[in-house]
């Protein structure tokens, strides 16, 4: 009944009608950090798993090993490091907005920087997929994935 409940009463707060290809009706600026970084994390690990499938890896166990291995803490914070020289002034902006955000726990197997730096380029990612911008996403994904 409380699903229900809350199920309602979110359908009625939003503002999209399209879920995968958002057309935001408000100033992206004015979504928390945390709101952009928990959706980053989620479009991060979909390129993340769209990747890997499209490479070819099909058992379960591979594909959760090796995605693991590109969406933690550490591989993110390695992954800004591929990217920041190239983001945009605005870019940048968001992503500082992201890893200067208070963080109240730290997961064990990462640094205190490095998680945030991960959530500085979760919240980069958030950013740009809630502003349509996925050509952008995909450019910066190509460079993360390059070896």
């Known amino acids: 009944m409380l699903l229900i ?3 309602a009463s979110l359908r009625r707060k939003s ?3 399209n879920y995968l290809k958002p057309e935001l009706k408000t100033n992206p600026d004015e979504i928390s950090v945390q709101g952009l970084a928990h959706l980053g994390d989620a479009v991060f690990e979909l390129m993340v798993r769209t990747w890997l499938c499209a490479s070819g890896t099909s058992k379960a166990k591979n594909l959760h090993n090796k995605a693991v291995l590109f969406v933690s803490a ?3 914070a390695g992954a800004a490091e591929k990217i ?8 940048s902006a968001v992503f500082k907005r992201g890893r200067n955000t208070h963080i109240n726990t730290v997961p064990k197997n990462s640094t205190h920087e490095q998680y945030h730096t991960a959530t500085g380029i979760e919240a980069l990612f958030g950013y740009l997929y ?3 911008q996925t050509e952008r996403l995909n450019d910066l994904f190509k460079k993360i994935i390059e070896e």
């Open 5 to 7: 409940f809350l199920s």
């Open 15 to 17: 503002k999209l009608n």
């Open 74 to 76: 550490k591989a993110q």
């Open 84 to 91: 920041l020289q190239s983001l945009t002034d605005k870019e």
């Open 130 to 132: 809630i502003t349509g």
